[in-house]
């Protein structure tokens, strides 16, 4: 599989998970295949004093790693099995971006990392991570699509079209 079409691939696996519509992640890659997650400010990934929760961090950097580390691994799986958060300082009621970096891509573990910015470009918090490589489970943009309707189906409260 070209390079490409593998991206576009990811771009649409992404679309099919939950949690991007529930935060309002919205995911792109650069020219060297390393993932950006953009995370507009919105009151739903806020705290008790209305600042961005810390998870919200973590959640962009776990997810622009694992995106960019996958852009390396063409249809095979990667699972986050150690990570670290870096919180440098709040983005308060900013839009978040968190750029991926590959560091290692073994044939069984990868090493990512991943720089976020505030609206501002001020450098906020950072992560690094380790993923598992696991070529024997295949990703499948149609796989997801048909796990995501039977969890939504499971769960009816919590359908889309329920938001």
Excluded at 105 to 130: H, L, M, P, Q, W
Aim: aromatic share 12%.
């Amino acid at each position: 599989m070209d390079k490409d079409t593998w991206i576009n691939n990811l771009l649409r696996f992404f679309d099919k998970a939950p949690i991007k519509r529930t935060i309002g992640m919205e995911l792109s890659f650069d020219e060297e295949s390393n993932a950006c997650i953009k995370i507009e400010f919105n009151p739903r990934i806020c705290h008790a004093y209305g600042d961005i929760h810390g998870g919200i961090y973590a959640l962009a950097i776990d997810t622009a790693m694992w995106f960019t580390l996958s852009a390396r691994y063409p249809g095979i799986w990667l699972a986050t099995i150690e990570m670290h958060t870096y919180i440098l300082k709040s983005a308060r009621q900013s839009t978040i971006n968190a750029m991926g970096k590959a560091i290692h891509t073994g044939k069984r573990s990868a090493i990512g990392s991943a720089d976020v910015f505030d609206d501002e470009g001020n450098r906020i918090a950072y992560g690094t991570g380790t993923f598992i490589v696991l070529p024997e489970v295949k990703i499948s943009v149609d796989d997801a699509e048909r796990k995501i309707i039977a969890l939504y189906e499971r769960f009816k409260d919590f359908s889309p079209e329920s938001k």
